[in-house]
């Protein structure tokens, strides 16, 4: 019923840039809360950062200052803007948005998106 869909990631030096972005697709009601995960090599999945549906915004002490979240409710899309790239920040990003659908429209549920590779070189 509805679909997360990821692009952006790729390869980077570590200083560089990347923009990921997340377009929900489906029956979609309305969105509340976005979010990117992201899950390094051989570690668990962690959040990076969130936003709610008004726009307040939260960040993972290691990426403050570094990355910003957004999202443009006309087209249902959340992105993560990526500046001064580490190593660390190597890892698949997912992003997550709390959909409420035309069907169950009394309740959000979270949906994933499949996620895309980040790889910071040094």
């Known amino acids: 019923q509805v679909q997360l869909v990821e692009s952006g990631g790729g390869l980077v030096q570590a200083g560089g840039s990347l923009r990921l972005s997340c377009t929900a697709s489906?029956?979609?009601?309305?969105?509340?809360?976005m979010a990117w995960y992201r899950q390094p090599p051989g570690k668990e999945r962690e959040l990076v950062a969130d936003?709610?549906?008004?726009?307040?915004?939260n960040y993972a002490d290691s990426v403050k200052g570094r990355f910003t979240i957004s999202r443009d409710n006309a087209k249902n899309t959340v992105y993560l803007q990526m500046n001064s790239l580490k190593p660390e920040d190597t890892g698949v990003y997912y992003c997550?948005?709390?959909?409420?659908?035309?069907?169950?429209?009394?309740?959000?549920?979270?949906?994933w998106g499949q996620g895309t590779q980040v790889t910071v070189s040094s």
């Open positions: 489906g029956i979609i009601f309305s969105i509340n809360s």
């Open positions: 997550a948005a709390d959909i409420k659908t035309y069907t169950d429209y009394h309740r959000a549920i979270r949906s």
């Open positions: 936003i709610t549906g008004g726009g307040s915004t």
